[in-house]
């Protein structure tokens, strides 16, 4: 065993000596074989011995040892490495966790930073935009009213325009037929006085004949008279026979004059106007209202053929619509036209009715008035005589304009569901009406004047083309109203004294400032309660404090008196007609 441990050694000797010759330090290239020699020697030796077998199964147990021992290193190492790559995988994951949070974080901000970049440009084009837009705003606002105020000043100069060229159109036709009228006077009179010398012979020289003629008659007539009353009284007979000679003379005469009177009615009822009708300018034979050839006749023995004209005070608007009106009746009737129905309407004593006679006048076309109120007493005879009148309205040549007052009164609401607010006599003249008006024509136009247009049926409604509100009038048309009453009620009347206060501009503006709610009817009405109370007093003088103390005494009985009185009319007729008082 001693010696195989030393051939062990030997060996391991010899190989240590060929490591360290191979691939020692020294490198000179000198080569020490005796440890080969040792070693071969040693081998030799543990040939020859008899432990050379264990000797070799030992070598070959530490060599596997070593190998398990370097297997087992290498796997130490290996699972080293491995715990290093995970651990490295481990901090490189935590690296890169922290390195993608850190991204993310960054581009977070980045985001946001760059969102409140995007933010602020984005609003700070929105405030550049408001602005551009409130400039352009501006811009065209200002543009706007300068336009506006180009097309006002234009319209102004256009309406301007339009009433001058009016009021000289006016003035002009005045004048044309004021010349006309004078032309047309001129000659007549010129005519009438060249004939006056021949009428006046040829009257004189006949008025000669019939007085010779008559005086012969009479001498004749007296000589028969003398001979028949000497025969008359002597023969008793006789005188029976004159008796009833003049008795039955009597008699006829009686008879003829009522059968005279019978016979100008029918003629009256057949060629004059309608009953309903209470004003015309048209041709009647009798001329109801002091018109037609008897009735001016008539009334020139009355004293009543002097024509009155009425100046009416409207506002402006209205004055204006009235020329526009009466320009379009006169030159549809000249173009053949369909005529337009008008409807008036407005609080009491406000101008309706006047309006309607001054549009009528004025316009050189017949008229005709009439009352709602009269429609209802005729009962059912009312239909035939609405009928009548406008068969005769048909008949004129030159056009008429039919105003009916007070059409409320048989105009109003009550058909259909309605039927129990209205008769049947007032449905039918209803019916006749609207069938009479449902057409265009240019033979009439209707004006109606309603203080409560809410109550007139719908279809009478329709039919209007026009409508015009009378309102209370404004402070510039009481101003005129007053300075026209107080000409016409008080200056002119010579044995009334006015005080010069009284008439100043400065208290009628005052009094048309007191006044204001008052219709033009109740102006009229007060400044005639000022005459009244300078003949009352017996002074023969208006003053001042008299005046302010019939101004005040109007003013509180017309707030008592004149609204609610209307607000009961209008209350009246809206239950009449079915209509709720909410929605008038």
Do not use: C
Request: charged share 30%; hydrophobic share 35%; no cysteine.
């Amino acid at each position: 065993m001693a010696d195989f441990g030393s051939a062990l050694k030997n060996i391991q000797a010899a190989k240590e000596a060929g490591a360290g010759g191979k691939g020692g330090s020294n490198i000179s290239g000198s080569f020490d074989p005796t440890a080969l020699e040792r070693g071969a020697k040693a081998l030799k030796e543990l040939d020859g011995s008899a432990n050379a077998k264990l000797a070799f199964e030992t070598i070959r147990s530490q060599e596997m040892t070593k190998q398990k021992e370097l297997q087992a290193q290498m796997e130490k190492e290996q699972t080293a490495r491995a715990e290093m790559s995970l651990r490295r995988s481990q901090v490189e994951g935590e690296e890169k966790r922290k390195t993608m949070a850190a991204s993310e974080d960054q581009e977070r901000r980045t985001a946001q930073y760059k969102t409140q970049l995007e933010s602020e440009l984005y609003q700070h084009k929105l405030e550049d935009q408001q602005k551009q837009n409130e400039s352009w705003l501006q811009q065209q606002q200002q543009q706007f009213l300068r336009q506006e105020e180009i097309r006002k000043r234009n319209e102004q100069e256009l309406e301007e325009q339009r009433r001058r060229t009016m009021v000289e159109q006016a003035k002009l036709d005045q004048d044309t037929a004021a010349i006309r009228a004078k032309a047309e006077t001129e000659a007549r009179t010129k005519q009438e006085r060249e004939n006056a010398d021949v009428r006046i012979r040829e009257l004189r020289a006949s008025k000669g004949e019939d007085r010779q003629t008559q005086m012969e008659s009479i001498q004749a007539i007296m000589g028969n008279f003398s001979s028949g009353i000497n025969n008359l009284l002597s023969d008793k007979q006789k005188m029976y026979n004159l008796g009833a000679v003049v008795a039955l003379s009597a008699l006829g005469i009686y008879a003829a004059k009522n059968s005279t009177k019978v016979a100008a009615t029918l003629i009256e009822r057949n060629m004059g106007k309608p009953p309903l009708v209470r004003e015309t300018s048209k041709f009647s034979l009798f001329g109801g209202s002091g018109r037609g050839p008897i009735g001016n006749a008539m009334n020139f023995f009355r004293g009543k053929n002097k024509i009155t004209t009425e100046k009416i005070i409207l506002q402006d608007e209205l004055q204006t619509r009235l020329d526009w009106t009466t320009n379009s009746l006169v030159n549809a009737k000249k173009n053949g036209t369909p005529l337009r129905h008008v409807l008036l309407h407005g609080p009491p004593g406000t101008g309706k009715t006047l309006f309607a006679r001054t549009l009528a006048r004025n316009s050189g076309l017949d008229y005709a008035i009439m009352s709602g109120g009269d429609i209802g007493p005729l009962g059912k005879d009312a239909v035939d005589e609405v009928n009548k009148m406008f068969k005769w309205a048909n008949s004129t040549s030159k056009g008429m304009i039919l105003f009916i007052d007070e059409a409320e009164a048989f105009l109003r609401k009550g058909r259909g569901s309605d039927s129990a607010n209205i008769s049947e006599n007032a449905r039918n003249v209803l019916s006749a009406f609207l069938h009479h008006t449902g057409t265009e024509t240019d033979k009439f136009a209707v004006v109606l004047a309603t203080n409560v247009p809410q109550v007139l049926d719908r279809a009478v409604l329709d039919r209007i083309d026009e409508s015009f509100l009378f309102p209370r009038p404004d402070q510039k048309s009481r101003i005129a109203m007053v300075k026209q009453y107080l000409e016409m009620y008080i200056q002119s009347k010579t044995d009334i004294e006015v005080e010069e206060s009284v008439v100043s501009d400065k208290n009628i503006e005052l009094m048309a400032t007191k006044m204001n709610g008052m219709s033009g009817r109740q102006i009229a009405k007060t400044v005639l309660a000022f005459q009244s109370a300078v003949f009352g007093s017996g002074t023969k003088k208006l003053t001042q404090g008299l005046a302010d103390t019939i101004l005040e005494w109007k003013l509180a009985t017309i707030e008592d008196d004149a609204d609610s009185m209307e607000a009961r009319e209008g209350e009246k007729l809206l239950k009449e007609s079915g209509v709720k008082s909410s929605s008038y």
